[in-house]
């Protein structure tokens, strides 16, 4: 029993570590296990005020005492695809759908393809409480499996993993996101090489992973070309920049972690060659120039729900000619601004970006968005230093160059707004209405907007305004030329 020690093991729907074995005072002999969630427990590995296990969380409520009856083992990996992928069908003879039989076409030839392990190419065992125990025949088995999703399992040991890969010479994908692994790997540099020679694809992500153990890894991956290191709680990249593994990462997830500096990022992913880097979900601020590389090889790049604030920083990653395809909503970015708003300022500094936070840019969309950015910053523009506005908007010099300079928007008086309504009324037939216009509207908008209060559906050019009998004829003029005062009745002709 003592032998159990650090196993992982699965009471309820609850999965935990085995701490100790042993009796516990004059009750019997129990488990204590250091819960996953450190909320679950109890107590922290003491009974009645004395210490029986050390836990790694200080919470006080991480551990419980659990009878041996209660725990379940897991179980090996063939045992965990045969449940799974070789189960009959739930679909017989007196299975009916609204009273009429149903009969699954192709069941069985899709069940024989199950039946024989020696075809599968891509297994998931997610949830499937996987154990450490490895049968020695695994690759004699499984000769054709290419991926195997073990998230979430039983495993507690890293030859575990290792002895899996080192079976299955070609698995090219492996997911073990949510396992709970010691912090050190334990195995030699040419036995990691060997098992994982032929990885392309790495999930390891919401999990316990030290830097010191991921770059062991990705040592032992030359052929890596997706990879997911999400949610692991990293505040730094250092190590693994400082590996200067050579590397041609088509994909590189970092989401969810706390990673707060740009000099890294840029560092990796110019290190590892990466084409598509998401960085979402972590601590990234402003950056200065001098941190920006001259080339960089991104083609899309997703920062949402970072701190970026600063216009001159989307700026520079507009400078990166390959990078076509960005996110990144849920910065800090335009405070203030409606979210079309937000997306016009961020399509002006990123002037080579295709694809923008999901939906393609227009052609049509850009000149819009030139013109609002413009308009937008006209004031601060004509009010702040030249070199200092230019620092923070680097685009819009280039913008008045190519649609000239924008006045800034005048400041709305509303008295002044009410001084030039007027109140007119207009007759047609028998009908009156009532109007307010503008000064500065033409008589052409003032006969629609009449035509539209009487419901008369007629073609506006043969309609006629007139004031005591005089038609006026040029209803192309505001009201303002045609001197209309407020109370001032006008009669509507067809």
């Not at 065992?125 to 999703?149: E, F, K, S, T, W």
């Not at 979430?152 to 070609?170: A, G, M």
């Not at 009010?383 to 709305?412: C, I, N, R, S, W």
Request: aromatic share 6%.
């Amino acid at each position: 029993m003592a032998d159990n020690i650090g196993k992982r093991v699965q009471i309820g729907s609850h999965k935990g570590t085995i701490r100790f074995f042993g009796p516990v005072a004059d009750t019997g002999e129990w488990y204590g296990v250091e819960w996953d969630d450190n909320s679950r427990g109890k107590h922290n590995g003491t009974h009645k005020g004395n210490r029986v296990f050390e836990t790694k969380s200080t919470s006080e409520t991480a551990a419980s005492f659990i009878k041996p009856r209660k725990i379940e083992w897991g179980q090996d990996i063939v045992t965990a695809i045969k449940q799974r992928y070789t189960t009959g069908s739930l679909i017989d003879d007196s299975t009916t759908l609204h009273g009429v039989q149903v009969q699954l076409v192709g069941e069985a030839k899709v069940s024989n393809q199950l039946q024989d392990l020696s075809t599968l190419q891509e297994v998931v065992l997610r949830d499937c409480n996987v154990n450490d125990i490895v049968p020695q025949d695994l690759g004699v088995q499984l000769p054709a499996l290419r991926a195997l999703d073990l998230s979430n399992c039983l495993i507690s040991q890293w030859t575990t993993i290792v002895e899996i890969c080192r079976q299955l010479p070609l698995l090219e994908s492996l997911i073990i996101t949510q396992n709970v692994l010691p912090d050190d790997i334990g195995i030699e540099p040419e036995v990691l090489d060997s098992a994982f020679a032929g990885i392309k694809r790495f999930l390891a992500c919401n999990m316990p992973l030290s830097l010191t153990t991921a770059v062991q890894l990705l040592t032992s991956m030359p052929q890596l070309e997706d990879l997911h290191l999400c949610e692991l709680g990293w505040n730094t990249l250092q190590p693994l920049v400082e590996a200067d593994l050579t590397r041609h990462l088509k994909l590189f997830n970092l989401y969810g972690n706390q990673i707060s500096s740009w000099s890294q990022v840029f560092a990796l992913a110019q290190s590892y060659h990466v084409e598509v880097l998401l960085a979402n979900q972590n601590q990234l601020g402003d950056f200065e120039d001098a941190q920006v590389p001259t080339t960089l090889p991104l083609k899309a790049l997703s920062i949402g729900g970072n701190r970026l604030q600063s216009w001159r920083c989307v700026w520079q990653l507009g400078r990166f000619k390959d990078l076509v395809d960005i996110k990144l909503r849920n910065n800090c970015l335009g405070q203030g601004l409606k979210e079309s708003e937000l997306r016009k300022c961020v399509l002006v500094n990123l002037p080579n970006v295709r694809v923008l936070n999901g939906s393609t840019v227009t052609a049509r969309e850009r000149l819009v968005a030139d013109r609002f950015y413009l308009a937008h910053f006209a004031t601060l523009y004509q009010t702040v230093e030249a070199d200092a506005f230019h620092q923070l908007h680097p685009m819009y010099k280039q913008l008045v160059e190519k649609h000239g300079a924008v006045d800034a928007p005048v400041h709305v008086n509303h008295d002044s707004i009410r001084q030039r309504l007027l109140s007119l009324q207009v007759q047609y037939d028998d009908t009156q209405v009532n109007l307010f216009v503008c000064k500065d509207q033409t008589l052409r908008e003032i006969i629609r907007t009449a035509c539209l209060k009487l419901g008369l559906n007629v073609n506006y050019s043969h309609c006629h305004l007139a004031r005591h009998g005089t038609v006026f004829e040029d209803v192309m003029k505001s009201a303002h030329f045609h001197n209309l005062q407020a109370g001032d009745q006008l009669v509507l002709t067809v």
